[in-house]
């Protein structure tokens, strides 16, 4: 009976092995053996098309030495196109093996992506941004169309005119970094637009928060208002004025580090909160001097104390509406309300670009 299950055992793990190893097998043979500088499996083209095109490459290849290949797929299947163009490269691999100058455009038509992949000798040449604006610029505008030869065809006209003359590639590559600063700058208006929106709302709130708690330091040098729920309405303030504060600052240190080299400032801010903490010494320290001030310079009222008791003419004309938390004495009527906010080549090692339509 042992003897049994350990054969049975031992059969399903060697058909296990042998799919494994089919799998293996087929994953290794699934790209075409390519037999021609133009493949056509989709049947996009005509027969003079590949003709046409197949001369013009091998031309290309003749005077050069690059070898820029065009394969044409029905579907992806299970792969990714980056994973199907590196694996076609590779395993026919295009481009010469001292120099890995090759590229290959792929097009699979059930997907309706394209991608031109780069082998290592070229890649300098033909960076990624090239062959993202020649996708993006040339190709999917003709693809959208079903002009499916005129978007290759001009492409590869692209990448022989760049490869064979120097000064038409800097001119492309300068055409393209100028319309990145261009999208940078648009970007980072839009950004500092909304980081503006933010710290407005921020500073507003910051602003009547902290208002309140300079009326309350006022209220307790005057004696009009308790000392121990005095002390109960600038912490509930605090709270609000501190969220308000940080909404505000936390944009401009948000913006500070993409627009300046120090990337890192947000996080050294919130690596360190302890000096947030010590910040609040001279947070409520300004308050308090600016209470004073109001009420011996420019008021010139006596000073006074109460630990308890409020001035109800007082609380209710001072505090009735003006967002702060308060706690009074039994005897003192409450008006407040609460606080609230609202916001909110031979071989290639993966170079090139993909697009889809």
Known sequence: ????????????????????????????????????FVTDSAQIFTKNQVEGLNQKLVDFENK???????????????????????????????????????????????????RIEVGYGLEPYITDAVASRIIRNTMIPNFKEEKYFQGINEATDQLIEF??????????????????????????????????????????FFYKSYKNIIEVFRGIFMGKLGVIPGFFMIVAGS??????????????????????????????????????????LPYFGIAAIIAFIKLKVLGKEELGISWLKNDKTYYRKTFSSSGTHSFSSGSSSSGGSSSSFSGGGGSSGGGGSSGSW
């Open 239 to 280: 709270l609000s004025s501190i969220f308000g504060l940080i909404f505000m600052m936390v944009p401009l240190v948000v913006a500070y580090s993409i627009y300046s080299s120090n990337h890192e400032a947000a996080k050294q801010v919130f690596d360190e909160p302890t000096v947030l903490l010590w910040l609040l």
């Open 1 to 36: 009976m042992s003897v049994g299950i350990d054969l049975a055992m031992s059969n399903k793990i060697l058909i296990f092995f042998l799919l494994l190893n089919s799998v293996h097998a087929n994953a290794q043979q699934q790209y075409y053996q390519l037999q021609e």
């Open 163 to 204: 490869l064979n003359n120097p000064d038409a590639l800097e001119e492309f590559k300068k055409e393209i970094a100028d319309e990145e600063d261009n999208d940078q700058l648009i970007g980072y208006l839009f950004l500092g637009f909304f980081l503006l929106i933010f710290t407005s709302v921020g500073g507003l």
């Open 64 to 114: 050069t030495t690059n070898q820029l290949v065009v394969v044409t797929i029905e579907e992806l299947g299970f792969d990714t196109i980056e994973t199907y163009a590196n694996g076609l490269f590779n395993q026919n691999g295009i481009g010469q093996q001292e120099k890995d100058n090759g590229l290959l455009i792929l097009f699979s038509a059930f997907d309706r992506e394209v």
